[in-house]
């Protein structure tokens, strides 16, 4: 009994300290933007008319609406309901997103197919493996433009946080560098805008490196920086008025908007200041535990902010100025203590960008691997961090529209118009979203459903509104950059969807490919050839398109189909399901490698010889199977079966795998049959000793062991060493260069989007072969036009 309670004691401590551990880890990473946002609210809040309103209660008012406004969103709204909603432990628009599309049929994409429903991740812990049908779920899988429209707003919400990663750095760092005039009188808003400017170009500029380098830097950063304004706001509070702690009454937002009236109400885009970079909390869950991001904020982020708020209302109620209002943050903190918290003011505001920035990045990419995006370069820049990811298109792009809205407003008042908008926009589609959740995910009453929209959508559509109105002040910045990238997004993934129907629909016909015969009508020669496809079962019409254009095949054919599907990650013993396409004499097999929306799709060396192996397996596991059923022959039923290949079964394999070191040129090197010509050889030699860290390659070799071979079925044996011979023969990657274009009868719409917006997208991105890691030196490409 000793021994386990002390096991049990033992546990419970190293539970402790990591949780711990990644509380303080939070800091850096989750919140660098909801931290520095007392730069820049009472100066939002005060502007325009209710300049002119002196009296003590509504200082009051705008700071009880301050309190109670992060005390209803960010706390019990994301920090007790949302976050509890999770995609096996990612959050984000796009987390909610694939929860309700594979719980119910809500993707314009197809789901919730045989490839996606054998992962083990599948569904959430816990959760019920068939939601509850419901009238409300059939309306939505029945009508395809709600949908759409469904996609839409979630499209727009991933545009608006794409914004944030724009407004996020302008008005942060522009408020931090503002402060220069308090000490300095005569630096002019020009100054401060250039040394604004200068400060985003290094910013931006660093971001290849990766934060991992700079990450242990991070949590100090902002747990001195809110160490630092929690002490200040209590000194203001003891030093200009120590009543101010009766506006944590709700009574005063009352009182503020019968003194304020329509001004007041205007007021709230500057209040709603307050809580942006909330929805970092549970975009960045992945990175960490539910439970370390609500001891971070319940413990020392709460506190401390509502302390530095109080302590700014109480030095604005004896300063009602408007001259105190537009440097109030620098003007309320001790004359002795100006540099050293300008100084950590600064780095702090540089920490929250640079989190919100990755935050973009990671939106990015799951865009794009939910179709929803071209395709773009992605840098991991830490072998260890694993979200941390760099993209350099992006990057730069998101720099010169920052340096364009600090130039442009040189303002924090309008960039703050235009960050609430974002920022409440993001929220609101959050709070529709999570109704759903509750109803289809939850399996929780419609009544708690509406109840927390109403609840929650009330008070976030008051805010909205109140933004809606400052569009002409600078509101209208992320709207216009919203529909930008949205009409992006949405041809791209309209393309990608009618060309996947149009696949889907001119399918190859198994009964003309098993009139060709196991030779298909053409020449057969050594070697395996990999045919790239996005269709999980059949076979695609570019397959006719090769038969017809290329004089020869190779010995075995294999049909790869790199799937994402809606889950964060995909375990790597589940990673790759093989099945096969004809009879067995045909040697033709299908590969569907599966990636979830957050998974690392790496340049792998090994592919090539997990692929060897994960076919050898299947044929021994189809070749039990046909054993116990007693039936040998092709049976046209079994056609689309595939079976998941773990990697760990992979070492009980019928075949051996040797690996040797081969040095370009040297004369004892293992020489192979293979099937290309003297010519191609020379110049994949020349290739090879161009290329830095290609003169010494490893090779490997593969074997059927004898003593096991004897007992083989004849059958399989002789496919066995078919499969050895032609991967020792070499391998060749087969894509379609396809072009999209519309049919003649399309409307002019279709035609714009397609011929023209859709094609320039296509032109301009990274080629498929590319993003996929395909050895260019074996990659063969044949043009196909797809009338859609």
Request: proline fraction near 4%.
């Amino acid at each position: 009994m000793d021994q386990e309670s002390g096991a049990d004691g033992h546990q419970w401590k190293s539970h402790y300290k990591n949780l711990l551990l990644l509380a303080y880890q939070s800091f850096g990473v989750v919140y660098g933007d909801l931290a520095t946002s007392p730069l820049y609210v009472y100066k939002s809040t005060f502007s325009g008319r209710l300049r002119n309103y002196q009296s003590e209660e509504v200082v009051f008012g705008a700071f009880s609406l301050i309190f109670w406004t992060f005390t209803l969103i960010p706390l019990l709204k994301y920090v007790l309901i949302v976050i509890a909603a999770d995609d096996n432990g990612e959050g984000g628009t796009f987390a909610l997103y694939s929860l309700l599309c594979r719980h119910a049929k809500l993707s314009l994409l197809p789901n919730q197919q045989a490839a996606d429903e054998e992962l083990s991740t599948y569904y959430g812990i816990g959760m019920a493996r068939g939601p509850i049908s419901s009238p409300l779920k059939r309306f939505l899988e029945k009508h395809k433009k709600i949908r759409t429209c469904l996609l839409l707003i979630v499209l727009f919400g991933a545009c608006m946080f794409i914004g944030d990663g724009i407004f996020t750095p302008a008005i942060s760092v522009l408020s931090s560098v503002s402060g220069l005039q308090v000490p300095l009188k005569r630096l002019h808003d020009r100054e401060v805008v250039i040394i604004a400017c200068v400060v985003l170009v290094g910013l931006f500029a660093l971001q290849h490196r990766g934060t991992h380098k700079v990450a242990f830097l991070f949590a100090p950063i902002v747990i001195i920086w809110l160490i630092c304004i929690a002490v200040i706001g209590v000194y203001n509070t003891i030093h200009w008025n120590r009543q101010i702690y009766r506006a944590l009454s709700p009574h005063y937002i009352i009182k503020f908007f019968e003194l304020t009236g329509r001004d007041g109400w205007i007021s709230l885009g500057g209040i709603l200041l307050s809580i942006t970079g909330t929805e970092a909390m549970f975009a960045d869950l992945g990175h960490f535990t539910a439970a370390s991001i609500r001891l971070a904020f319940v413990s020392f982020i709460y506190p401390c902010l509502v302390l530095q708020y109080m302590g700014q209302a109480a030095f604005l109620s004896k300063h009602r100025t408007p001259a105190a209002v537009s440097t109030i943050f620098y003007d309320s903190i001790p004359e002795h203590a100006f540099w050293p918290v300008f100084v950590i003011a600064t780095l702090a505001a540089i920490v929250g960008s640079q989190a919100v920035i990755s935050a973009t990045f990671s939106i990015v990419k799951q865009c794009h691997a939910l179709g929803c995006f071209p395709r773009v370069k992605v840098v991991h820049t830490s072998r260890w961090i694993y979200g941390q990811i760099y993209i350099p298109e992006i990057n730069w792009i998101l720099m010169v529209l920052c340096l364009a809205v600090t130039i442009g407003f040189r303002d924090t008042t309008l960039i703050g118009n235009a960050y609430g908008i974002a920022c409440m926009t993001v929220m609101f589609i959050t709070t529709w979203l999570m109704a759903l959740v509750i109803i289809f995910v939850w399996n929780k009453n419609p009544v708690l459903a509406f109840l927390f929209l109403f609840f929650f959508g009330s008070i976030e559509a008051v805010y909205l509104s109140s933004s809606i109105i400052k569009v002409p002040q600078g509101g209208w910045a992320p709207l216009a950059l919203s529909l930008v990238f949205m009409f992006i997004m949405y041809v791209w993934h309209y393309g990608t969807r009618r060309k996947y129907q149009y696949d889907l629909q001119n399918k190859v016909s198994m009964k003309w490919i098993l009139t060709l015969g196991p030779s298909l009508g053409i020449v057969r020669v050594p070697g395996i050839g990999l045919i790239y496809t996005e269709l999980v079962t059949g076979v695609p019409s570019i397959f006719s398109h090769f038969v017809t254009n290329l004089p020869a095949f190779h010995q075995v054919l294999v049909f790869i189909c790199v799937k994402s599907v809606p889950v964060p990650y995909v375990p790597e013993d589940e990673r790759y399901l093989i099945g096969r396409i004809g009879p067995r004499n045909y040697r033709m097999y299908r590969c569907i490698a599966r990636y979830g929306y957050k998974d690392v799709q790496q340049d792998d060396d090994n592919f090539e010889d997990q692929l060897v192996l994960s076919i050898a397996k299947f044929i021994e596991m189809e070749a039990e199977d046909l054993a116990s059923a007693s039936s040998g022959s092709y049976d046209p039923s079994n056609e689309g079966r595939m079976a998941v290949i773990r990697m760990c079964d992979l070492s009980a394999n019928a075949i051996m795998m040797k690996e040797e070191d081969e040095t370009i040129g040297d004369d004892n090197s293992i020489t192979v049959r293979s099937s290309r010509s003297e010519t191609l050889q020379s110049l994949q030699s020349v290739y090879e000793q161009e290329s830095p860290g290609i003169s010494c390659r490893r090779r490997v070799r593969f074997e059927l062991p004898l003593p096991r071979a004897n007992y083989m079925d004849p059958q399989v044996r002789d496919e066995l060493n078919a499969l050895i011979e032609a991967k020792h023969a070499g391998v060749a990657y087969i894509m379609g260069h396809s072009y999209v274009k519309a049919r003649r009868n399309s409307s002019f719409v279709k035609k714009f989007v397609i011929d023209v917006a859709y094609s320039f997208l296509r032109k301009n991105c990274r080629g498929p072969s590319v993003a996929l890691h395909i050895p260019h030196i074996s990659l063969i490409e044949v043009g196909m036009i797809y009338y859609v």
